[in-house]
């Protein structure tokens, strides 16, 4: 593939070292009110080897029944805690004629957990980007066309990188194949947070 898909910005050591403790600070706090959870597979019932929780109003899970955003947790049954002011800047720095972000999906990966190549199509709208942000270990992201056998290209995504995805990659396949253990002393205990902020429905 000779280019990354129009649409895909990747701004490396968009967030310095002290924003990044301090955003991780604050999703300690939201995990302590959400927990992770591991979802798994409709139908199969197999489970991801990312564990997940999300803030905003609404938040992505998975179960038995499929894949969808729901206003609630789905162990604890609470609404999902606020997203951080700092993420809701972000959005509005990075997409400002989109409507407000509604969902901020965390991935918590450690160990060999990765996230096989799919696409993000459970949104009622395609208009607004994704904004992703990783932190910690970092991983090899792998990034295609709007078929799953486009060909790929590899980007790898380091802690404090911020990507941007949008317009023709909106609805590019995507994974995550691995991380790379011990690149990172943002987490004390290692592993990768990566956080996606995203619209979910169509703007009133
Ligand atoms: C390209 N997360 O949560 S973030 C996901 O690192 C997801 O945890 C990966 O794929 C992770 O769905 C990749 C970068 C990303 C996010 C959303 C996208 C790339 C994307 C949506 C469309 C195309
Ligand atoms: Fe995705």
């Not at 968009?14 to 798994?40: G, Y």
């Amino acid at each position: 593939r000779a280019s990354l898909p129009s649409g895909f910005r990747h701004l490396p050591g968009h967030f310095d070292r002290p924003a990044q403790e301090a955003l991780v600070a604050e999703l300690r706090q939201v995990i302590t009110e959400a927990p992770l959870f591991t979802p798994v597979m409709p139908r199969t019932g197999k489970p991801f080897s990312v564990r997940m929780s999300n803030c905003g109003p609404l938040g992505w899970v998975s179960d038995l029944r499929g894949y969808r955003y729901q206003p609630l947790h789905p162990v604890t049954g609470r609404p999902w805690p606020a997203m951080p002011a700092v993420l809701t800047a972000l959005w509005t720095e990075l997409a400002p004629d989109a409507p407000p972000p509604e969902a901020c999906l965390i991935n918590f990966y450690t160990g060999d957990a990765r996230m096989g190549l799919h696409q993000d199509r459970d949104e009622d709208t395609f208009d607004a980007p994704v904004v992703s942000v990783s932190l910690g270990d970092s991983a090899l992201f792998r990034i295609g066309g709007q078929k799953r056998n486009d060909p790929t290209l590899s980007v790898r995504l380091a802690s404090g990188d911020v990507a941007l995805l949008g317009g023709a990659a909106r609805l590019a396949f995507h994974g995550i194949d691995r991380l790379y253990p011990g690149t990172s002393t943002l987490l004390r205990d290692g592993g990768r947070i990566n956080l996606t902020l995203r619209r979910v429905t169509r703007a009133a």
